[in-house]
């Protein structure tokens, strides 16, 4: 059974780069059929897509958090990575991983299987 | 970007009732080359990540109890909960991937009457 689990310091100050983890178990990372992406949530608010990677390394990425989000893979630990430098208190959110089930090119794709999510906030 | 409103944000149904959350894209999901809409629906119950209920807007993902049911097309969607359940107390998300960047709905609050 797939599990993600994801990974990272919980709480930050202004202006740092949040980097989180994703460590895939039960499956491969490397399946053509899915891409592998990123989810947040401010607490009490709906879910903000920010984007999805490849196992080749192709990434896709909402306009809105662009400038500042890099994801990356490792496909020999079986994870990916989220950074997203400069943040604020805006940042403050949980954040998901997820697998995508590849429903075409350039990124896009249905969400089937989730981490339990993991808490960031930004306080000075 | 394609923008998602959900309708109503709060819903509260009697147990064994019917509910029905509505779902309205900003332009069409539907892609006619294949004739799919690229349009999901998710369940998030407190505490927990969102759980996948519906894709292609009517395609019941595995596990998912029949009574859960999604239609439409084009711009506007529907999901019903034939026989409400305990259980079913939630939020529930619309999500569109026919264009970068996927977006959400804002969420519907289903509750018990």
């Known amino acids: 059974q797939l599990q993600l689990r994801e990974s990272g310091p919980g709480l930050m100050k202004p202006s740092e780069t949040l980097s989180l983890t994703c460590t895939v178990s039960g499956g491969s990372i490397s399946s053509s059929s899915y891409y592998w992406g990123w989810i947040r949530q401010p607490p009490g608010k709906g879910l903000e897509w920010i984007g999805t990677?490849?196992?080749?390394?192709?990434?896709n990425y909402t306009s809105s958090l662009k400038s500042r989000v890099i994801i990356s893979v490792d496909t020999s630990k079986n994870q990916f990575s989220l950074e997203v430098s400069s943040v604020t208190a805006a940042d403050t959110a949980v954040y998901y991983c997820?697998?995508?089930?590849?429903?075409?090119?350039?990124?896009?794709?249905?969400?089937?299987?989730w981490g339990q999510g993991t808490l960031v906030t930004v306080s000075s | 970007d394609i923008v998602m409103t959900q309708s109503p944000d709060s819903l509260a149904v009697s147990l064994g009732e019917r509910a029905t959350i509505n779902c309205k894209s900003s332009q069409s999901v539907l892609y006619s080359p294949n004739n799919r809409n690229y349009l999901a629906w998710y369940q998030q119950k407190p505490g927990q990540p969102p759980k996948l209920l519906i894709y292609w807007a009517s395609t019941r993902e595995s596990g998912v109890p029949d009574r859960f049911s999604g239609r439409g097309s084009g711009r506007d969607f529907t999901l019903t909960i034939s026989s409400l359940q305990a259980e079913d107390v939630a939020v529930y998300y619309c999500q569109q991937y026919y264009s970068s960047p996927q977006t959400f709905g804002q969420g519907t609050k289903l509750e018990i009457k």
């Open positions: 997820a697998r995508h089930f590849k429903t075409g090119n350039h990124g896009r794709g249905y969400c089937d299987s």
């Open positions: 990677i490849d196992y080749s390394g192709n990434t």
